[in-house]
């Protein structure tokens, strides 16, 4: 008896050692969209112009992008076919702390204005 518990308190200890979270070996911010809105994003550039994220469906997720500097909000450009072209125009980033490297999630949302909603996670 007493060594099956020995052997299965190895086993944990083994099994907690051998896992690894996806976090330790990021260098980067990595960003991914997920649209809340209802209609379809053809693209969202996030940031600069090289960082596209393309075709989020209502309710679906981008895959994340890798960012050197990044924080909780970002210049927004979201394209979407008949719907137009809608932005989200910061103004500076002053007194802003860059994101640490991990893993975030920019919500976006358009409303029937046109005005561009972004709700911040931490992934």
């Known amino acids: 008896m007493m060594g099956k518990v020995i052997s299965a308190v ?5 099994v907690c050692l051998g896992c690894s979270d996806r976090d330790d ?8 969209v997920k649209n809340v809105s ?7 550039q996030v940031g600069g112009e ?9 309710n679906g997720f981008s895959d994340y992008l890798e960012y050197e500097t990044a924080y ?5 450009k979201i394209t979407s076919g008949e719907e137009g072209v809608f932005i989200l125009q910061p ?7 860059p994101l640490s490297p ?7 949302n ?9 709700k911040f996670v931490v992934d």
């Open 110 to 118: 358009v409303l029937e204005s046109g005005e561009v909603q972004l």
């Open 72 to 76: 909780t909000y970002d210049y927004i």
């Open 10 to 14: 190895l086993l944990v200890v083994l």
């Open 91 to 97: 103004i500076d980033f002053v007194g802003e702390t």
């Open 25 to 32: 070996s990021v260098t980067m911010a990595n960003i991914r």
């Open 102 to 108: 991990g893993f975030y999630t920019y919500e976006l």
């Open 50 to 58: 090289d960082k596209i994220h393309e075709n989020v469906a209502p």
């Open 38 to 44: 209802a209609i379809n994003f053809d693209s969202v």
